[in-house]
């Protein structure tokens, strides 16, 4: 009916609630048996906040951040291997997971003292 306000939920999941490929697919069970009027919020898998704070301090104080880069990369394409079945949907998937790990490199790079 024209005028007539539409009923939203928001969810928002971070952390703990995706923090491996077991509580994101508890995720997704809560989300499709209730998607209408369902907005969702993503925030970071638990510890990523974290690492991505000790990778810019590390740059910032003239350290090494490639630890924290290749954890951000292997911790995100261990939950895609686990989640995603089929090889080329998980390729894609990677390919942007490579390209925000290198972002974050070239992020603490430009930062680096």
């Known amino acids: 009916m024209p005028g007539q306000l539409t009923q939203y939920r928001v969810a928002k999941f971070g952390g703990t609630s995706v923090k491996d490929h077991t509580a994101i697919e508890h995720v997704a069970a809560i989300v499709q048996a209730n998607p209408k009027g369902l907005v969702v919020v993503l925030s970071a898998m638990a510890k990523v906040t974290d690492l991505l704070l000790g990778a810019a301090q590390s740059a910032v104080s003239g350290g090494s951040f490639t630890t924290e880069q290749k954890t951000f990369r292997e911790r995100h394409k261990q939950a895609t291997a686990a ?31």
Request: charged share 30%; aromatic share 0%; glycine share 4%.
């Open 83 to 113: 989640l995603i079945k089929s090889q080329q949907r998980r390729s894609s998937i990677d390919e942007r997971i490579d390209t925000a790990a290198d972002e974050l490199g070239a992020i603490c790079h430009s930062i680096a003292t």
